[in-house]
C-alpha cells in the first residue's frame, strides 16, 4: 500500500500523461484516498490545457458516489464528427449528457433529484471515449483507476435532447455501428436505472471540491449500451430513439 505521506500525485499524473503504452497496475504507485486519487486527476488534465470543464459521475465497488474528468470535450452541435485517437483496446459508450445552468456547490442540507433537476441548463446525445492508461483498465485497484480518470480518453457532447429525458431514456431503440457495422442494436438501459441517478449522488457528496459541479460543466451520467470495443480506426455513428444522431470519428 502506498504510504500516505510519500504520494506524489503530480509524478503519477506525469507518468499517465506521457505513457506511450499501458502501464501494468504494478508498477504505479496507488492512492490511498479518494482525496489524492481525484488530486492525481487534476493534475493529469492540466497539460492538456482542460480547466475540469466536465465530469463522468459513477459509483465506486462501495457504492461510494464518485467522478472522473472529461479531457478532451468535443462539442458539435452539427453533423460534422469530432476525431478522438484510435489505438487496440479502446471502447465507446453512448451517454446521456447535462451542461449545468447553475452551480451545485456542496452543501450540508444537500440536493433533493428536483433541485438537481433544476440546475440543468440543457440535456445532450453523448460519446464516451475510454482508453485507460493502466494496463488491467477497470480491474486495477479502484483508486488508481479513479487516478486514471474512471479510464475516461475523451467525449463528445452532440445535439441537445427534450427534458423529457430527465424522466429516462430506458427502453428507448438505441443503434451504435462502426463504419455501417453493427455494434449495437436494442433498447437503451442505464445501469442504475436512472441517469440522475449518479449526478444526485455526487452533488451530495460533501467530500467533493467546492468549485466542482459549476454552471457551464458537462456532466455525463452513464453508459445505455455498455462499453463496446472499437476494433479498428473509422467513424462511430450513434442513434438514439431513430431521431438523435451523433457522428465521432478515430484515427
Known sequence: MTDVTLFDAADLAQRFATAKDRIAAAELPVPATIAQAIAVQ??????EGAAGAGYKVARS????????????????????P?????????????????RLAMDLPPRKAGYSRDAVIAAIGSIH????????????????????????????????L??????EFLDGADGRPLEVSLDGARLFAGEARHPAGDVLAWLVGWANEMQRAQNTLAAGEIVTTGSLCGALDVIAPGRIDVRLDGRWSLPVRFE
Open 42 to 47: 487534476a493534475a493529469f488534465v492540466a497539460p
Open 61 to 80: 465497488p462501495g457504492g461510494m458516489s464518485v467522478a472522473g474528468r472529461l479531457s478532451p470535450i468535443a462539442v458539435h452541435p452539427n453533423a460534422e
Open 82 to 98: 469530432a476525431t478522438f485517437r484510435w489505438r487496440n483496446g479502446l471502447r465507446v459508450e453512448a451517454e446521456i449528457g447535462f
Open 125 to 156: 446525445l453523448g460519446v464516451e471515449v475510454l482508453d485507460s492508461r493502466i494496463e488491467e483498465g477497470g480491474k486495477a485497484p479502484f483508486l488508481l483507476f479513479l487516478a486514471d480518470r474512471l479510464g475516461n480518453a475523451g467525449y463528445a
Open 158 to 163: 452532440g445535439p441537445e435532447l427534450p427534458r
